[in-house]
């Protein structure tokens, strides 16, 4: 007889840029399901709505906050060698918002996942201050200045693991996935940022296939494959559509 894990059930939540209103209409499904994660795990987008909701927010508040201000507001230029963008203000918005500081101090228990670039590993934050995690998280190479953490340089945790099941496995009884970046279609555009961006979109792509292998129950976003990441403007459908794709998933499936 197998020993239980420490948590029955725990929801990994994929990066995936402005795509990350997709977890927002899939927990709104899952709700509906009366399906409530013991512990979750998020990366970039998905370590946004990861803490928002271990916080006590639910989907739609999680939405309205977000739709009601510029999402471009967050970034910053930095004049450093090190990336385009800072996302101080970021960070600013998550302590003006959130109820509690620390990671260690959510409703749920957390694990934002990053990328420690100096040691070439993984950094699963389950504790310390929420905002400079989250941006770490966040922190898309070349484009975003590193996060400095407990003197190391952090960046986006989709670079080793865009879905974070590889968190949640070991300690889990059952993990769900929610992948909302899904492959990216068409030709890439000849110039610097569409390069970068798609050789990018195949790292992230590469990781994913792995961790997918690890959920008991994956539910893969596909219907919004056809929006930009930063398509802001698109935040309804894309919550709208991850939620009908999710309620098809969750009515097929026994848990």
Not at 46 to 63: E, K, L, R, W
Not at 135 to 156: E, G, H, R
Not at 177 to 185: E, I
């Amino acid at each position: 007889m197998d020993t239980p894990k420490k948590y029955p059930l725990g929801l990994a939540l994929s990066g995936g840029g402005v795509r990350g209103f997709a977890h927002i209409g899939a927990l709104r499904a899952l709700e509906e399901y009366g399906v409530k994660p013991d512990i979750i795990a998020g990366v970039s987008a998905g370590s946004i709505v990861a803490v928002f909701y271990a916080a006590g927010f639910n989907p739609d508040d999680i939405f309205d906050l977000f739709t009601s201000i510029e999402l471009k507001s967050f970034l910053q230029l930095d004049f450093s060698k090190a990336g385009f963008l800072r996302l101080d203000r970021l960070q600013d918005f998550l302590r003006e918002h959130l109820p509690v500081q620390n990671i260690e101090q959510l409703n749920i228990p957390t694990i934002v996942g990053a990328t420690d670039i100096d040691n070439q590993r993984e950094m699963p934050f389950s504790s310390g201050e929420i905002a400079p995690r989250v941006a770490a998280s966040c922190s898309l190479p070349v484009v975003f200045t590193p996060v400095k953490i407990d003197d190391v340089y952090c960046i986006d945790g989709g670079v080793l693991h865009n879905l974070p099941s590889y968190y949640l496995r070991p300690i889990c009884d059952k993990v769900i996935g929610v992948n909302v970046s899904p492959s990216t279609l068409g030709a890439v555009k000849l110039n610097m940022r569409s390069l970068a961006y798609r050789a990018y979109k195949i790292m992230t792509q590469h990781n994913v296939k792995v961790d997918k292998a690890t959920c008991d129950l994956l539910i893969d976003i596909k219907a919004i494959q056809h929006y930009g990441t930063f398509e802001v403007t698109q935040a309804q459908r894309i919550a709208r559509k991850a939620y009908f794709e999710t309620i098809k998933v969750l009515s097929n499936t026994k848990l």
